[in-house]
Every structure is written in structure tokens, then in C-alpha cells.
């Protein structure tokens, strides 16, 4: 089970969504454009954020930049939410750091399976401040339950 936050401008298509997950046993809310999303994220950090890329205001693709920027939001997963259907729109997505990209219209059961696939392939991975993620990934600092080696 994983709270999803769900930001699309389009009520009907994030009530839609928010059925299907409820129904896979996640709970979940919307928001309806991105600074609304990234107020609520500063308030509670979901499992998984599904983002519209095309919002008024701030699009789902700044408040992805926004997010990746973010010393406590930098590991969210999230899965861009779009009705565009480009290859281009997609690789723009994956390069702001999207870990998956769904098209509109969408069938709920994929809905529901892409994001339980999403939280599988983080399982285990809790998350990890910024600092601490820099200096394991440096080598300056030793990997969770890593025993430290002596020198011999």
C-alpha cells in the first residue's frame, strides 16, 4: 500500500486515477496544478507522485526540476501523468528525472500495476537525506549496513 499524491489540472481524470487506486488499496488525493503540489509535498511526502506534464502555472516538468533540486524531495518516484503522446514529451520527462511515464487515456489496472512495480523496485530503500546519499555515493561515508573494514 502506498499514498499516492496525484497533480492533474483535469478533475475528472485525477478522480478517475484516484478511483483506480483507491480500489488497488492506495490511499491517495489530488491537487489540480503544481504549486498546490509542491505546497502539499512540503506538508507530507507521499510514496509516489503522479504528475501531469502540462498544468497551468507551473508545468509537471518545472515542478519535476523543482523536486529533483529539493534536499528532501530529491528520491520521490515519480511517474509523469500525460495525455502527450511524443516520444519527445517522454524523453523529456525521463530526463527531468520521471522513473516511469503514463499516457492518457489510461486503463485503470495499469494504473494500479505501474505504481505497485514502482514501490517492488524500491522496496527496501527508505529514504536518505541528501547529505548522507552524497557522501555514501563519494565513498566518504560507509553504505548501511556495510561493516567497516579494518585496515590491515
Known amino acids: 500500500m502506498a499514498y499516492v499524491l496525484i497533480a ?9 486515477a484516484s478511483e483506480a487506486l483507491i480500489d488497488a488499496g492506495h490511499p491517495c488525493g489530488w491537487v489540480t496544478n503544481g504549486t498546490e503540489a509542491w505546497d502539499l509535498l512540503q506538508k507530507r511526502r507521499p510514496d509516489v507522485l503522479l504528475l501531469d506534464q502540462n498544468m497551468p502555472g507551473m508545468s509537471g516538468c518545472a515542478l519535476l526540476r523543482k523536486i529533483r533540486s529539493s ?3 530529491y528520491d520521490l518516484p515519480v511517474i509523469m501523468f500525460t495525455a502527450l503522446t511524443g516520444i519527445r514529451d517522454e524523453e523529456q520527462a525521463i530526463y527531468a528525472g520521471a522513473q516511469d511515464y503514463i499516457r492518457k487515456p489510461f486503463q485503470p489496472s495499469k494504473i494500479a500495476r505501474r505504481i505497485e512495480r514502482l514501490i517492488q523496485l524500491r522496496a527496501g530503500r527508505g529514504h536518505t537525506d541528501l547529505r548522507t546519499y552524497l557522501e555514501q555515493s563519494s565513498g566518504w561515508a560507509p553504505e548501511p549496513n556495510m561493516a567497516v573494514r579494518r585496515a590491515i
Do not use: F, Q
Not at 492533474?8 to 478517475?16: M, R, T
Open 8 to 16: 492533474d489540472d483535469d478533475e475528472i481524470v485525477a478522480g478517475l
Open 71 to 73: 534536499a528532501s524531495l
